[in-house]
Structures are given as structure tokens and as C-alpha cells.
């Protein structure tokens, strides 16, 4: 039934909390589970005025770049460790929602599944901005956690 599940990360505890209900599904089915982690394009004007000191060579991409990697490992590891046997890891950079559905229709995904609230979400709101967009826009069922 699901054979091609998609679990987008952003390192927050509540979206960690999403890889044990992919696990459980992917054991069940036999399935895929792709892990995927977005980070955003700084601009030069973001850049400038950013927390990052100039005897740093690295730059604000590549901060955030090595960061979703990280965050990508860990949950494949997660992942493995439950039993999972196929486990992909994948970075993006770009809007979350956008580069989550594109994937989605890219990797003809059978279930994204999101967690109601991430790093980027505010407080008090039902449902994060990121998980609202995917789900009202998938083309695919979409699980919230």
C-alpha cells in the first residue's frame, strides 16, 4: 500500500518523532523511506548581517547545508537501528513546502509524513505553516504527527 514513503526533517524533536511511525509502516509494506531535509538560500543582504563572524571561513549555506546533512543521518539512523532496511537520506536547499511537494511528485511517493510542528513554527498555532502547505497541496495521502 505505501511502498515509496517521503519523512521530512528539521532537526526538531517533534519531527524525530515521525520517524517511528514511518518505521512501523515501512516494516509493515516493505517499503522506501526517504528522508529528506531543507535548508534555506541566505541572500547576500541576509548574509551580511547574519551571526556569522568574518575569521569564519565557512558561510551561511554551508552551515546549514552540513546541518541538514546531519539532521538527515540521524534519522536514517534512527531508522536503520528499528529495522528499517531501505532507507534513503536526500539535502535541498529552498522554500520547505515546495522543495517537499516537488520531491514528492518527483519520487512518485506513496505518503509523506510530517510533523504538525517544526524549528520554523510559532507557538500557539494548530498546524505549522510547512505541514498546512504540504497538506493541503499533496498530491499523495499525508500523514501529521
Not at 514513503?5 to 514511518?22: M, Q, R
Not at 526517504?34 to 556569522?52: A, P, Q, T, W
Amino acid at each position: 500500500m505505501y511502498y515509496n514513503i517521503l519523512v521530512p526533517l528539521d532537526g526538531s524533536e517533534n519531527a524525530y518523532k515521525t520517524l517511528e511511525y514511518a518505521g512501523n509502516l515501512a516494516k509493515k509494506f516493505d517499503s522506501q523511506v526517504n528522508v529528506l531535509s531543507v535548508f534555506r538560500h541566505h541572500s547576500h543582504i541576509e548574509k551580511s548581517i547574519s551571526m556569522v563572524r568574518p575569521m569564519e571561513p565557512e558561510n551561511l549555506d554551508d552551515v546549514l547545508s552540513a546541518y541538514a546533512k546531519d539532521v538527515v543521518a540521524q534519522g536514517k539512523t534512527i531508522l536503520q537501528e528499528h529495522g528499517v532496511k531501505k532507507v534513503r537520506g536526500f539535502i535541498k536547499m529552498g522554500t520547505a513546502s515546495k522543495k517537499i511537494l516537488e520531491f514528492a511528485k518527483k519520487h512518485n511517493i506513496d505518503l509523506i509524513i510530517i510533523s504538525s510542528k517544526g524549528n520554523g513554527d510559532l507557538k500557539g498555532y494548530l498546524l505549522g505553516g510547512v505541514a498546512h502547505k504540504v497538506a493541503g497541496l499533496a498530491k499523495c495521502p499525508v500523514m501529521v504527527i
